[in-house]
């Protein structure tokens, strides 16, 4: 049986990432960017489609992990009859090319140990040459390579490297793996023995600089770190999640590539770096989010690749099986090309609330406001996708008309507050009318609660966020019975489903987890009415939900009580971040942006 999603942990050196199973196999392993092929395609496959197992021989009586304190270098300890035995896994600061190493040490008795590595480019479909020079194995497959150096020297069996040793207590076996172009020799190497030091005090430099003071700081830190390890350092970008194609539902179909930036995701993400004293991040994903936009308004797209690529074309890779059966396997996302009007709201929103940290005044950006405000006003009454990018037919969703509200919002307050120019009296006439009709069209009096669409009678998690971006207030008995409708209707098992799948018309076949940012987002809510112990208790529950190294997925199925979709989830651990912050400092301004 393939192991859980939540049964992995994440490993990465801020440029690519990998996932290792608590069994001692890198299933999925994608060099040497978040969105290069991978080498590793086992996740989503099996054993042939790619993996590096490194684990005792034997049977295992008990497996355990962590991270050391503050850095992103596992440790898994199997325990066996005959001893224990340590794997350390971590990929060092990218020098030239990058590197990951492992490290096998015994602490206990004496443990029989087994290393299998097939390296399987192009997402499992090209098998490699390998060849052996100088004490090395270099593999190689179109534009890739990858070079295996080690205190151990493997086998050559059909493409696999295999090895077999024991090692008795205090004994030791490190291996280092880089990649780099096929067509250049392979990098020198970096020194094995200090390696996971190296990284471990980098890690810890930079964690050091969180300065959230609460309950639950080891969540917090531990979320900003899988932050900082989906940024793409060299441009600032942070990708959803390392991952492609995990299902939201198991056996399903919903099964999308996350390994790009959602403009989407913008202010939440700002306001958690900023808040937790990461300005640099912050300014580094404000300046990425720049660059991406540059151009015409009407061809901003909703999403992009790290360094800001456009073309992210969505196709299928048919000889992968999926995990756990759950197919298609898809590479890029065709969401790319759809119309959503939410992402102006997000985009406005997180300029302004750079602005108002003081991460600086850049002229590009108050231009780019007031394109997006003139291409807004004639396309804000436009149908579009939604903050869910249904594949069924536009509609009127009502949170993406209260999205439009918000970027007119913050484009007067940034007239108000920075003294800027532009046709304030204008945008406030246009915001009273949006307002106007979200309330009137948007708004079902006889259910007493907001709906998904105009004319709807559907629900929709994303309508939680109302009082978030300053909307309508808290107390107003329309935001509280949609509060309220939301916890009768869209809860399941004290987790919040975004939508009902057998209701809306998406375009795709009903049924996935419940969602876990939304859970976190009705946390939000009750803790802005003034309901904190419930706030607290959906919040230490959510908490419950994180793997034993503290990650989370995109889904949780209460029934099944496994983690779905991709993995870590960049916007599950940014919602945590910011309850996080809303409950330890309630006038924090994560809870109430339009105040900023």
Known sequence: MPLRIEDYALIGDTQSA???????????????RFDSDACFAALLGSEENGRWRLAPTGGVRRVQRRYRPGTLVLETDFETDEGTLRVIDCMPPRGREPDLVREAVCLRGHVPVSLELAPRFGYGNRTPWVHRIDGRYTTMAGPDALTLCGDVLPDLEDATLRANFSLSAGQRARFLLTWHPSHEPPPPLIDMATASEHTEAW?????????YEGPWRDEVLRSLIVLKALTYSPTGGIVAAPTTSLPEALGGVRNWDYRYCWLRDA???????????YREEAQAWRDWLLRALAGEPAEIQIMYGVAGERRLVEQELPWLRGYQGATPVRLGNGAVCQFQLDVFGEVLDCLHQAQRAGCGTREESWNLKRHLLDFLESNWERPDEGIWE????PQHFTHSKVMAWVAVDRAIKSVEHFGLEGPVEHWRKLRERIH?????????AGRGSFVQAYGSKELDAALLLIPQVGFLPTNDPRVVGTVEAIQRELCEGGF????DTGSTEDGLPPGEG????????????????????????????LLSLCNDVGLLAEEYDPRTKRQLGNFPQAFSHVALLNTAQNLTHPSCPVVERSRR
Request: glycine letters at 8%.
């Open 514 to 541: 419940t969602f876990l940012a939304c859970s976190f987002w009705l946390a939000d809510a009750l803790s802005l009415m003034c309901r904190p112990d419930e706030a607290r208790a959906i919040f230490e529950r």
């Open 203 to 211: 890690w810890r430099e930079w964690s050091g600089h969180c300065t």
């Open 436 to 444: 106007a009709q979200v309330c009137e069209r948007g708004y079902d």
């Open 18 to 32: 990998g996932l290792v199973g608590n069994d001692g196999s890198i299933d999925w392993l994608c060099l040497p």
């Open 496 to 499: 919040v489903r975004r939508y």
């Open 267 to 277: 202010t939440f993400t700002l306001l958690a770096l900023l808040e937790a004293g």
């Open 390 to 393: 249904v594949r069924g037919p």
